[in-house]
Each structure stands twice: as C-alpha cells, then as structure tokens.
C-alpha cells in the first residue's frame, strides 16, 4: 500500500533544527529566555551566526532587555546584521507588551490596585534616567478618566506642584486621583521629598474636594505605596 503526503505537511527544513520555535510549542513562552524569545522575533541569523547567537550580542550590547526595548529602532537597526526590518519586528513586538500593559488603565476601566499603576508606569518609563511624575484620574466610582504626565525630571527628582496636578483633575471633574513616579535607580524605597509631596497633595486634595487615594513609588521590580491598604478593593 502506498502512502501519499502532501508537502504541505512537511515542516520547512528549519524546522528540523531543535530551535526557540520547537522550544515555545513543546514548553511554552514563559519557559524561554530573553534571548530565545528575542530570536523568534529576528527569525534566523546571518552566515556563521545563528538567529539565538545574535540575540544574545544584542542583550550584551544593550546591557539588558529594558534597555533594548527604551533604544531607538534606528540604533538597533545600525548592529551588525539586524537591519531596519528586524529592528522594526523588534520595536513593534516592545510596542505590543506596553500596550497591553497600558489597557490596564483604558478610560472607563475600574482601578482595583495600585499594582496596576506601577505596572503601567514601569512599562512607560522603562529604561529612562529620569523620574517622570504621573496623575490618573478617576471618576466618583474611581471609574478611569485619564493617565496624566505631570513632569519628567533629573536622575532623582521630577519637580511637581499640586497646581500642575490638580490642574487635570478639575478641568476633567475628577472625583479622586492616584500619583505616581518611577525612581530610575531601581528602588522604590521613598525619599523626604516624596513623603512632603505626598502630604502636600493630600492636603491640596482635601481644599479642592478631590480625593488623593494613593501616590505610588514605582522601582525596577516593586513598588511603594503610600496608601496601599486603599488598593484591596476600590469597587
């Protein structure tokens, strides 16, 4: 008996080789490494270099993954074999992850935690030297109204005042509002200044009738939260 197999069936030669691709469909994403999941993005390598070999030369030249994916898609395209295509796959791919992070916040979502803040401003600020202070704004039923850039500064400190933050906040008719800085330094611990600005907020807060619920200190890999008990359910 004779058996026919239609090419279509048949892997394409590069797929013979146990590669990132096989790895992902045998053990999944969150098995891979950066620099496997960075070689699905390039898809094969270059003469004496493999798709794998190269991704890790792009890590290594970068520093880290967060400093790859804060660089210019026109840096990344001038190494050594990448090329503005490759580069492109590779900023869209960093496009994706932060928009997915960023729909945590859409207009109109609920806020239940700050850690949905902090996740949103690491994502936004990734491998910046500076501190950028944030102000989301929230309806009555702390329902979304916006996410606000009040300041970016130096390496340690984003200058803000409560009329630059509160300014939003009642020309939107906000009911309540959340602030939020990153410390580029990767330590979320705060600082005097954070704390006196903390308190100014409130304060001003209590005068306009708008509910300052929490100021979270965003680092590399956790947060602060001034208020976090406030974050256990603000439905």
């Known amino acids: 008996m004779s058996v026919s197999i239609s090419s279509d069936s048949l892997p394409a030669s590069d797929d013979f080789q146990y590669g990132p691709r096989e790895r992902l469909l045998q053990i999944g994403e969150s098995r891979l490494s950066d620099a496997e999941c960075l070689a699905?993005?390039?898809?094969?390598?270059?003469?004496?270099?493999?798709?794998?070999?190269?991704?890790?030369?792009?890590?290594?030249?970068?520093?880290?993954?967060?400093?790859?994916?804060?660089?210019?898609?026109?840096?990344?395209?001038?190494?050594?074999?990448?090329?503005?295509?490759?580069?492109?796959?590779?900023?869209?791919?960093?496009?994706?992850?932060?928009?997915?992070?960023?729909?945590?916040?859409?207009?109109?979502?609920?806020?239940?935690?700050?850690?949905?803040?902090?996740?949103?401003?690491?994502?936004?600020?990734?491998?910046?030297?500076?501190?950028?202070?944030?102000?989301?704004?929230?309806?009555?039923r702390h329902r979304i109204l916006s996410l606000r850039v009040i300041s970016t500064g130096s390496l340690e400190q984003a200058p803000v005042h409560p009329r630059e933050v509160f300014s939003p906040a009642v020309r939107e008719g906000a009911a309540a509002i959340v602030v939020a800085h990153n410390h580029p330094s990767g330590d979320p611990t705060p600082s005097s200044e954070d704390r006196a600005v903390t308190d100014r907020l409130r304060q001003a807060g209590e005068l306009l009738g708008i509910q300052l619920l929490d100021h979270v200190v965003v680092g590399e890999e956790r947060a602060y939260s001034f208020a976090e008990s406030a974050f256990v359910s603000l439905t």
């Open 40 to 140: 699905l993005l390039l898809r094969t390598g270059k003469r004496g270099e493999s798709a794998e070999v190269m991704a890790q030369r792009l890590l290594l030249r970068f520093g880290s993954l967060a400093l790859l994916a804060a660089a210019p898609v026109r840096e990344i395209a001038h190494e050594k074999g990448i090329g503005l295509v490759r580069a492109a796959a590779i900023g869209g791919a960093f496009g994706l992850a932060r928009r997915v992070f960023e729909a945590r916040l859409r207009p109109g979502r609920t806020l239940h935690r700050g850690a949905d803040v902090a996740a949103v401003v690491r994502e936004s600020v990734r491998g910046s030297r500076r501190e950028t202070f944030f102000a989301l704004l929230l309806d009555i």
